[in-house]
């Protein structure tokens, strides 16, 4: 059986870390120190016997992670075999332009998108280049469709509330043979979604849910309202999820660069950890089959 490997290429909310303009203790520490820096949120799916890989989420940061992919599973010069987005927020999607004239110069990238986002990146320009010049393919998929992408993973992409402003979004589940990855970068509220995350994450063997916010306080620091950025907050999910942590990996993901639960100091992480929840870290894998 061929082995599938979820690899994680970025775990930071949309600007990453440091955040432009940013000189908060989490940023100043990140500015002096690149091994503490982080990518937007990506996954890649790989199937290393067969050397090929499928990306979740074209970032600002994708020069970089696709030169981390390719470098680790041996696949240089191997573009990816498809591309799936979650939606038209900064750290999801910019990164198709990589794959244009000025840079890569690709040919027919299969790009899997909900039908607003489809409208928009045929439509609109930049992005419209992309699909005029053949650069990448638009590929309708809904909500509850499966797509196999080979023979030993399937993804089903699941509509999710998050500020839908150009686009629909999408939360993702991540079929392999051995294990099923529920993967939720990015979701209003828990209440607002109409299933119910506990019985959502019982069904998974692993859970990357969104951590962008771990309490209110984290925005109150920088000087935002965090009723106008709506996130779950980290210590609310817990809070959910705690009785299941014993059969469920429930990791967070999507980290705002104010999060102290990326503190250096680490006492929020090991709360966290204390509970049994984990934080994703850059080239993390699990094996799916």
């Known amino acids: ?96 332009l990589f794959l244009g004239r000025e840079a890569i110069g690709s040919s027919s990238v299969p790009v899997m998108a909900g039908t607003k986002m489809k409208r928009m990146l045929e439509e609109q320009a930049p992005w419209s280049q992309l699909t005029k010049l053949n650069n990448i393919e638009i590929r309708e998929i809904n909500d509850g469709q499966a797509i196999t992408v080979s023979p030993h993973v399937t993804i089903i992409p699941v509509d999710v509330p998050h500020r839908n402003e150009f686009s629909e979004t999408f939360a993702y ?9 529920l993967y939720i970068p990015d ?5 607002q979604w109409d299933q119910d995350i506990y019985k959502a994450c019982e069904e998974a063997d692993i859970c990357l849910l969104d951590g962008t916010f771990y309490s209110a306080e984290d925005l109150e620091k920088i ?41 250096s100091d680490k006492g929020i992480r090991s709360l966290i950890e204390t509970k049994g929840f984990h934080i994703v870290e850059e080239g993390m894998n699990f094996l799916l089959s």
């Open 1 to 96: 059986m061929s082995e599938v490997i979820l690899h994680v290429l970025g775990t930071a909310q949309d600007a990453g870390l440091p955040h432009p303009n940013c000189y908060c203790k989490n940023c100043t520490e990140a500015i002096s120190n690149p091994q503490i820096r982080r990518f937007a949120a990506s996954l890649a799916i790989v199937l290393p016997e067969e050397k090929v890989w499928h990306l979740i989420d074209a970032t600002p940061d994708l020069k970089v992670q696709m030169i981390n992919v390719q470098m680790k599973f041996n696949l240089k010069g191997q573009l990816m075999e498809s591309i799936f987005l979650t939606h038209a927020h900064l750290g999801h999607y910019p990164g198709l």
């Open 223 to 263: 000087g935002r309202d965090y009723r106008e950025i709506p996130h779950p907050l980290m210590t609310e999910t817990m809070d959910r999820l705690q009785d299941l942590v014993e059969q469920t990996e429930i990791y967070f993901i999507h980290l705002n660069h104010s999060n102290p639960a990326i503190d």
């Open 173 to 181: 589940w991540i079929e392999g043979s051995k294990k099923k990855v």
């Open 187 to 191: 979701i209003d509220r828990w209440e």
